[in-house]
């Protein structure tokens, strides 16, 4: 990948930051209704958090449903769209 298109990618995501990790985190409850007793804080913000996240859900994802690749996860959990704007976002049911 060109440089310039992956320094937009990191842009966007730091800019999505917080919008991904509440997306996520509202998953990962969705998907294992125990986190919240032991889960422990995220340390950090922005994109460290927004990563996080995702790690957890897809953790919580793979205790419920079996193995898959963290990022067909998230690219499924966002309509494909986790870096756009323009697409809704799939919210649990």
Do not use: K
């Amino acid at each position: 990948m060109p440089a310039s298109t992956v320094r937009g990618w990191l842009r966007r995501a730091r800019a999505l930051a917080e919008r991904i990790r509440e997306h996520f985190v509202h998953w990962a409850f969705e998907l294992d209704r125990d986190l919240a007793a032991g889960s422990g804080a995220v340390v950090g913000g922005g994109l460290v958090a927004a990563v996080e996240a995702v790690g957890r859900c897809a953790r919580a994802a793979v205790l419920r449903l079996g193995a898959r690749p963290v990022w067909e996860l998230a690219s499924s959990l966002t309509g494909g769209g986790l870096l756009c704007t323009s697409v809704p976002w799939s919210e649990p049911p």
